[in-house]
């Protein structure tokens, strides 16, 4: 099987994506200290496999469809969860020594790895040149030796691609993260001739558009604080964005109903019932085309980003932010829109 050079080059940049949007809802300094692609059988891999496991499904849609799979040992997935949850470090290694599991450790993770794929589709869409949305799936547990091995599982038969890579926390010990992706869907990502057609058609439409020919993309910004409304709204104008801003009460139906806008930066001093309340309007209102949605506060807690993830946020940023860190975080999605 062929290596897949843009392939492994987008499984990277998506790869520290996630490190750095997941280390933010742990609370924790995450890093990818390394990384190494191959190809293998599925047999190969389950055979190699030592440590008890969970494969995650993760299926590919619309342009690019298929499925492909996240291995996380049990131990990984124990840490993660214990982080997520605040569990005392005493606690936590009890559990890690004697393989506990409980629901809320199952949620936890589960929770870590939606924000992976979240962080993944935001490197996957503006980078592929036909349109692809990533879902995440199933979690099964699979114990090495004990565990029946077929045709189907515990992943179907075939030849994968594989990036292997190490996730570091300081003062913790993590193992690794396996993406398993089948060849044919890999061969499928990794044609992206027409991506360089693409860029040089936007180039030119660049050229031709006329100075000053503002709001072609349109961003709502929220927040109760002029200061920073004013901050954010003269950050974001440009003759390619129109920047509306408006008081956290505005009416968001009048605002957002006619599908013009096409993100939302929701600016708040900490998260509470009032900013959840606006995450779970807009994302009904948006329902039919899901709109971004920002969340900036000067107070972050592990519980806030987690209700904030949980109920419609699609990214956070840290007030006071710099105009560069504002502009890069949104321009990830409007690029994607």
């Known amino acids: 099987m062929d290596r897949f050079p843009k392939l492994e080059k987008m499984l990277l940049a998506a790869l520290n994506q996630a490190a750095l949007d997941g280390g933010m809802l742990l609370g924790q300094d995450l890093t990818v200290k390394e990384s190494e692609f191959s190809t293998c059988k599925k047999e190969d891999f389950v055979k190699k496999l030592e440590d008890a496991s969970f494969i995650i499904g ?36 009890e559990k890690m020594k004697l393989a506990i599991l409980e629901t809320d450790d199952v949620d936890a993770f589960n929770e870590f790895t939606n924000q992976v794929i979240g962080s993944f589709n935001s490197v996957f869409k503006p980078t592929l040149p036909k349109k692809v949305h990533l879902k995440l799936l199933e979690s099964n547990k699979f114990i090495p030796g004990s565990d029946g091995v077929n045709a189907d599982e515990p992943i179907p038969d075939g030849e994968y691609f594989l990036f292997r890579a190490e996730f570091g926390i300081p003062q913790q010990e993590l193992d690794r993260i396996d993406i ?14 027409n991506s360089e057609a693409a860029e040089q058609e936007s180039a030119e439409d660049e050229a031709v558009r006329p100075a000053g020919a503002a709001g072609n993309r349109t961003v709502l910004i929220l927040d109760d604080n002029s200061m920073d409304l004013q901050f954010f709204q003269e950050t974001l104008s440009s003759n390619e964005i129109k920047a509306i801003a408006a008081p956290l009460d505005a009416d968001l139906t009048d605002l957002i109903g006619n599908g013009r ?72 999605y409007l690029n994607a829109a």
């Open 180 to 193: 398993l992706i089948p060849a044919t869907l890999a061969s499928f990502y990794d044609l992206q001739e």
């Open 58 to 93: 993760v299926k590919s849609q619309e342009d690019y469809e298929g499925k492909f799979y996240l291995i996380v040992t049990l131990r990984d997935a124990i840490v993660l969860g214990s982080l997520l949850l605040g569990v005392p470090p005493a606690r936590a290694s």
């Open 261 to 332: 806008v096409k993100a939302v930066l929701l600016g708040a001093n900490d998260v509470d019932d009032r900013e959840i309340s606006i995450c779970i309007k807009i994302k009904s209102i948006s329902s039919n085309s899901p709109v971004p949605v920002i969340m900036c506060a000067s107070e972050w807690t592990r519980v806030g980003v987690l209700k904030a993830l949980k109920y419609g946020a699609s990214d956070i940023i840290v007030k006071p932010c710099t105009q560069d860190e504002l502009k890069g975080k949104l321009a990830k």
